[in-house]
């Protein structure tokens, strides 16, 4: 039945069999994988939307989902069916999408939407790594312009060795929780949890990953081989140079003295007055295609801040590259709270409140491995009023991650639940944000668990490191600016103690970096 178009790869990594299946089921999708390691086995699927009209922006969706059946359980709700996104299937969507979206060309709007549904899980090895071997394989053989394939691998720290793929009973006595996306040549992404381990310690354990991913890369590059993608056609509209010649003339003066500014708000000010400048000395005509005059005034504002960080010259705000943002501390801020800080870095601030509980506060986890109970949550809240905007309250996706985020980096500094049998719960209310509200709440967290009387192993920090590269020149940024980061190419957020790592995610928004650079950020 399936002869025609099916098609089907397998390899041996760290001792399971990894197989990656096409033309079987959900063949009406632009593309599918059936994705097996060991006893896990995902669907993964890409549509590739029509063409919008008019968007400014690329509309990539990734959902992953776990159903219960995979592992033989009923869900527990009341309705006995899955519902709204677990923490864990929002925090597997952000790390699958965030390896996948530089590799769509600038300009590039088609939508595009990623499912990745686990059919059978293992209890022993999460289905996470395999999910996004397969998206990368379903892309690659979607016809759609991505510049893959990636792969990714988990990497543990045992007895001093370095493990790939750890299975669950492993990961708990490892030191090292990492997981490492990338092509064949570069890094895209990092996430890890560690019990203080060193910078050379974590820059091992990426060059691991990255040489023992390889063997994925080559089996998603034979699978493509033996399908035949038709390519889907997609237009990038060209530059109206003429257009653009206008935009730079009005506005680049105005937006170089903006960007000497160094507080946020009247620098902001500034740059929409010179938006408002360049909209009334522009034509009817230039002003009908909105997303090209809006491009070209951010191609301006990128242009103007790195060149100045490339040539060596002061940030925005007046600091060299290394300096970080003057730093406020006050705990003990609520009168009512088990413990409290008001951490503020330059123009980011976080309240951290610390509330401490007995076993029975503990968060009760129903997942496809069992069920378990966490003595330990860290809630990050990031109302619209912390910009200066006015929007959405709520909790999403950008909330759940930045929390997990700052959770990784306090866990392995909490004390043990023999020695202090607390349930602790953390939120962190940003109340001011100008880049690196993660690290405010790592900081926040660790001072507002110390005022509550948590005897923490040791405090911990956390900083934000920015890049921007041009060819084969860059410079590496301490402690970065939202708007560093926003026109910018990498957010790299580190957290430890002053013995070591306890935390690294590295995002890029190019198509990877080098361990150089890795290296001179660490």
């Known amino acids: 039945m399936f002869e025609e178009t099916y098609a089907s790869v397998t390899t041996n990594v760290a001792g399971r069999e990894i197989k990656l299946e096409t033309g079987k089921i959900a063949r009406q999708a632009t593309a599918s994988i059936i994705a097996s390691s060991g006893d896990n086995q995902v669907l993964v699927t890409v549509v590739a939307g029509r063409e919008p009209e008019g968007q400014s922006f690329f509309p990539l969706t990734v959902n992953y989902t776990e159903k219960y059946y995979a592992a033989g359980k009923i869900p527990g709700s009341f309705f006995r069916r899955e519902g709204r996104p677990t923490e864990k299937e929002t925090l597997v969507s ?26 059978s899980a293992d209890k022993n090895e999460s289905p996470e790594i395999i999910s996004l071997i397969g998206a990368s394989a379903a892309l690659a053989i979607s016809g759609l312009p991505f510049e893959g394939p990636i792969s990714a691998a988990r990497v543990g720290f045992v007895d001093g060795s370095y493990v790939l793929n750890p299975d669950n009973e492993s990961l708990e006595k490892s030191m090292l929780d990492m997981v490492v996306a990338g092509t064949k040549d570069a890094i895209l992404m990092v996430e890890s949890e560690a019990k203080e381990l060193s910078e050379d310690q974590m820059l091992g354990a990426v060059l691991f990953a990255h040489q023992e991913m390889q063997k994925t ?14 390519e889907i056609e997609y237009s990038i509209k060209e530059d109206n140079s003429e ?28 740059v929409s007055l010179a938006r408002d400048k360049m909209k009334e000395s522009l034509s009817d005509e230039d002003l009908e295609d909105e997303n090209a ?53 330059g123009e980011t601030q976080s309240i951290g409140v610390a509330t401490l509980g007995g076993s029975r506060d503990a968060q009760l986890i129903d997942a496809l491995e069992g069920t378990t109970n966490d003595p330990f949550m860290l809630h990050y809240n990031f109302p619209p009023f912390s910009v200066g905007e006015v929007g959405r309250v709520g909790t999403g996706r950008r909330e759940i991650g930045h929390g997990k985020l700052a959770w990784r980096a306090i866990n392995s500094s909490l004390p043990s639940r023999e020695s202090f049998p607390y349930t602790f719960r953390i939120v ?17 967290t660790s001072l507002a668990l110390m005022d509550a009387g948590v005897p923490m192993k040791e405090p911990v920090a956390g900083i934000a490191m920015g890049l921007i590269k041009e060819g084969d020149d860059f410079s590496v940024l301490s402690d970065i600016l939202g708007d560093e980061d926003h026109l910018g190419d990498m957010d790299f957020k580190v957290a430890g103690t002053k013995d070591g790592i306890t935390s690294l995610q590295m995002d890029i928004k190019i198509t990877g970096i080098t361990f150089e650079i890795m290296e001179q950020a660490l």
């Open 293 to 345: 005059v809006s491009g070209y005034f951010k191609s301006v504002e990128s242009e103007i801040v790195r060149s100045r960080l490339l040539n060596g010259d002061s940030r925005i705000d007046g600091r060299d590259l290394d300096t970080v943002r003057p730093i406020d501390i006050e705990v003990g801020f609520l009168n009512k709270s088990h413990g409290s800080c008001l951490f503020t870095r």
């Open 428 to 444: 962190s209310e940003i109340t001011e944000s100008n880049g690196s509200s993660s690290m405010a709440t790592v900081c926040g």
């Open 217 to 230: 890369i080559t089996l998603i590059e034979e699978l493509a081989s033996k399908t035949s993608i038709p």
């Open 243 to 270: 257009l653009k010649e206008k935009i730079i003339n009005i506005v680049r003066d105005d937006l170089v003295s903006a960007y000497s500014i160094p507080e946020k708000s009247k620098r902001q000010e500034s």
């Open 94 to 119: 952000r790390l699958i999408d965030r390896p996948l979206r530089p590799l769509f060309p600038k300009g590039y709007f088609q939508e595009v939407q990623v499912i990745c549904t686990v059919l």
